[in-house]
C-alpha cells in the first residue's frame, strides 16, 4: 500500500514537471520508466515515442521504445526500433540477451539475429 502511494506521487510529481516543461528529456525518461514500472504499458509507450521525438539520435532512446512495443505486444514495431537503437550505436549485448522486457522477442528469428550480430566475438 505505501509503495503504491509512493509510485503515485513520484508519478504526479513527475507528471506535474512535465506539464510545465512538456520538452524536459530526463523527466519525459523518467516517466516512461516509471509508467512500465509499475503496469502502465500504454503510457511508458506513449513517453518512450515522446522522448524518441525529443532525441531521434539517442540509441537507448530507440531501445526503451522497442521495450515498450514488445510489451504491448508488437513484435514488429520493437524489431524495427532495436534495429534503429543498433544503427544509432546501442551495443548492450548482455542486457538485451536478458531484459525480461524483451522476452517474448527470443522467439523471433530475426531478434535472434540481430542478437548474433552483436554478440562480442571471443
Same mark, same amino acid.
Request: glycine share 6%; hydrophobic share 40%.
Given at each position: 500500500?505505501?509503495?503504491?502511494? *509512493? #509510485?503515485?506521487? @513520484?508519478?504526479?510529481?513527475?507528471?506535474?514537471? =512535465?506539464? &510545465?516543461? $512538456?520538452?524536459?528529456?530526463?523527466?519525459?525518461?523518467? !516517466?516512461?520508466?516509471? /509508467?512500465?514500472?509499475?503496469?502502465?504499458?500504454? *503510457?511508458?509507450?506513449?513517453?518512450?515515442? &515522446?522522448?524518441?521525438? =525529443?532525441? $531521434?539520435? %539517442? #540509441?537507448?532512446?530507440?531501445? %526503451?521504445?522497442?521495450? +515498450? =512495443? #514488445?510489451? +504491448?505486444?508488437?513484435?514488429? *514495431? #520493437? =524489431?524495427?526500433?532495436?534495429?534503429?537503437?543498433?544503427?544509432?550505436? /546501442?551495443? *548492450?549485448?548482455?542486457?538485451? +540477451?536478458?531484459?525480461?522486457?524483451?522476452? @517474448?522477442?527470443?522467439?523471433?528469428?530475426?531478434? !535472434?539475429?540481430?542478437?548474433?550480430?552483436?554478440? $562480442?566475438? +571471443?
Amino acid at each position: 500500500m505505501a509503495k503504491e502511494r *509512493d #509510485a503515485a506521487f @513520484e508519478m504526479g510529481f513527475f507528471e506535474s514537471v =512535465l506539464k &510545465r516543461t $512538456p520538452d524536459y528529456t530526463d523527466v519525459v525518461e523518467i !516517466l516512461g520508466g516509471l /509508467y512500465t514500472k509499475h503496469g502502465r504499458i500504454a *503510457d511508458g509507450l506513449r513517453m518512450d515515442r &515522446r522522448l524518441v521525438k =525529443l532525441q $531521434p539520435a %539517442n #540509441a537507448t532512446a530507440h531501445y %526503451n521504445l522497442a521495450c +515498450s =512495443l #514488445a510489451l +504491448s505486444k508488437r513484435p514488429t *514495431d #520493437a =524489431l524495427r526500433s532495436l534495429h534503429r537503437a543498433v544503427e544509432l550505436g /546501442y551495443r *548492450d549485448f548482455d542486457w538485451m +540477451s536478458q531484459d525480461p522486457d524483451l522476452e @517474448e522477442m527470443k522467439k523471433h528469428p530475426a531478434f !535472434l539475429e540481430l542478437l548474433g550480430r552483436l554478440k $562480442p566475438q +571471443s
